[in-house]
């Protein structure tokens, strides 16, 4: 009974038809089943998971959950930086060592901003993935950042430290852009949301360590020199060195294998990780047609096409994909985070709490309150979908904004101490709001909406964005925070609003589709309506084909 079940199952999906139509510019239709080489598949990828859906809980599907989990470790580095910065800048021992001031000024705002140089920097060389491949270019980012690690910790004066983090920036962005960009390519589109965007959360993870580490080394060796400094700074070299070891043991991505000729080295990877071993499975033809399709008619790239920015702005799908990519890069960094996380202890002093060790804890707390909600979160995004989750948590930060806003006027004007408690637990509120809605798609969504042969490229763009808004940030922050204080979150309300408004009107739901059937969705006239209405349809596809298994099962 079972094998008539599933054969019905099967019958039912071959029916299945979501239009993989849409107009090109001269009016003719786009056909994603015209694909020389392979047999013709008519199913999408929402439909076959409706009837023919993989075990994620199969072997395949768990080696590629431990593969990602190493390449998490890449995440790691961008947080330890940022909370190390922040913790260790609260170090007496840190900043009479380096001579800097402790409430910041200029140096203290370039010593932070020099990682944003480096990783505008390193964003120039992340086409060189579509070169040599995303393995390597991670190896050579994880082991770029062992080398700055090195340079920064055995720092003596404060050039040398901030060449140091010049170095360690720089290669940390190599590693840090091809990892999710590697993430995206090797995952399931069912998935994508949760396996990818699980990546980004482990910017928490390494928070976590950072301020802990500076909290024991305070706690324990403040009275023996440097040390309670030096040696937290030793330790971020520990997650890149692990994955410099292994990553070249990993597959590489079954889309960079297509585009260089290795269709059988993609299928296999397509077989392994994403139906269990089964070279069978709709699945398995469906994902090869459409990769398939994304570079039929072409030639492999040469260094000129390698060098040539066109392929970002060459169509008006191109540009539409760049806009967005661009707009979350942007997002990501100047909504407010980046002023808290590497700030926080700066802006407890603002309400009152001067004391070290509390400021060291309440780092170590918002990291880990961040970690959580952002693994939830990740998850969240391919169940609610990234337009509905990016919309709500904007509008959650932009109202937290304006209770922080409102606290700590309060406690600056009037000596509140009530408002400067209320304006502590909305910054731990927007921490959590922020870690649930964007820390997972930070830069997964960036790398969804653009084409294969953009995505190299895109993601330097998407790097060289947050690098810009990132700098502002940090650089002017302190100036700023000491310059109009609260009014500083006040303009990011605004700003967390208009936000809301671009996202609303332009921003393309990306949930459950393979990348190559986004192609189709950014072809429209208006790729955001045609998102949501492709969205919609598949719902009702998949709730009646869910009706439609149990009416045959009962039959059978």
Not at 10 to 30: C, E, F, P, T, V
Not at 364 to 372: E, P, T
Not at 392 to 398: A, I
Not at 526 to 555: F, L
Request: charged share 15%; with cysteine; aromatic share 12%.
């Amino acid at each position: 009974m079972a094998d008539q079940v599933r054969n019905m199952q099967a019958s039912k999906a071959s029916n299945i038809r979501l239009s993989h139509d849409s107009m090109d510019k001269q009016g003719q239709h786009i056909h994603l089943n015209d694909v020389d080489g392979i047999e013709p598949s008519p199913e999408t990828y929402a439909a076959i998971m409706a009837t023919n859906k993989p075990n994620p809980r199969g072997p395949g599907y768990i080696q590629l959950y431990l593969l990602a989990g190493m390449v998490f470790l890449c995440s790691t580095m961008n947080g330890f930086d940022s909370s190390l910065m922040s913790s260790i800048n609260a170090l007496p021992n840190y900043t009479r060592y380096f001579g800097l001031p402790v409430k910041g000024n200029a140096s203290t705002g370039i010593v932070f901003a020099i990682f944003q140089v480096g990783q505008m920097c390193g964003a120039l060389f992340v086409w060189m993935t579509d070169w040599y491949g995303r393995t390597w270019h991670i190896f050579f980012g994880c082991l770029g950042v062992c080398i700055g690690t090195i340079i920064t910790a055995l720092s003596t004066n404060l050039p040398m430290f901030i060449g140091g983090r010049f170095l360690l920036s720089f290669f940390a962005t190599c590693a840090h852009t091809a990892a999710p960009l590697y993430l995206v390519e090797i995952s399931p589109a069912a998935y994508r949301g949760t396996i990818a965007g699980a990546y980004n959360t482990f910017y928490n993870v390494g928070s976590i360590l950072a301020t802990s580490s500076v909290y024991a080394c305070h706690l324990h060796l403040a009275d023996r020199g440097d040390l309670d400094w030096r040696i937290p700074l030793w330790l971020q070299m520990v997650c890149p060195g692990v994955v410099c070891l292994i990553i070249k043991f990993f597959p590489e991505s079954p889309r960079y294998l297509i585009a260089n000729d290795r269709h059988e080295k993609a299928r296999d990877i397509i077989t392994r990780y994403h139906t269990n071993g089964d070279p069978d499975h709709p699945l398995v033809t469906l994902q090869m047609k459409e990769m398939l399709g994304t570079v039929q008619g072409t030639s492999k790239a040469t260094w000129k096409d390698l060098l040539d920015l066109r392929v970002l702005v060459e169509t008006r799908s191109s540009r539409y994909r760049l806009m967005l990519n661009v707009a979350f890069s942007w997002f990501g960094q100047f909504s407010g985070n980046n002023i808290i996380s590497y700030y926080l202890p700066t802006m407890l002093d603002g309400i009152g709490i001067t004391d070290t060790n509390t400021k060291l804890i309440l780092n170590i707390i918002y990291s880990v309150i961040g970690w959580v909600f952002s693994v939830c979160g990740a998850r969240l995004h391919d169940i609610v979908g990234r337009r509905k989750m990016l919309l709500g948590s904007t509008l959650g930060m932009t109202i937290c904004l304006a209770l922080v806003a409102a606290g700590a006027a309060g406690k600056v004007e009037y000596d509140n101490s009530a408002a400067a408690t209320m304006s502590i637990v909305f910054i731990f509120l927007f921490g959590a709001i922020f870690a649930t809605g964007y820390t997972p798609m930070q830069p997964i969504y960036p790398a969804e909406v653009v084409s294969n042969k953009m995505r190299a490229k895109a993601m330097g763009t998407f790097k060289l964005t947050a690098g810009a808004a990132g700098f502002l940030n940090t650089f002017v922050g302190p100036i700023a925070l000491s310059s109009i204080g609260y009014w500083f979150y006040v303009f990011f309300v605004f700003w967390d609003s208009f936000e809301m408004a671009f996202m609303y009107f332009f921003f393309v739901e990306t949930k459950g589709m393979t990348l190559e059937e986004l192609d189709v969705i950014f072809e429209a006239e208006n790729p955001r309506k045609a998102s949501v209405e492709a969205k919609n349809m598949q719902r009702r596809i998949i709730k009646e084909e869910r009706v439609n298994v149990i009416e045959d099962v009962q039959i059978a």
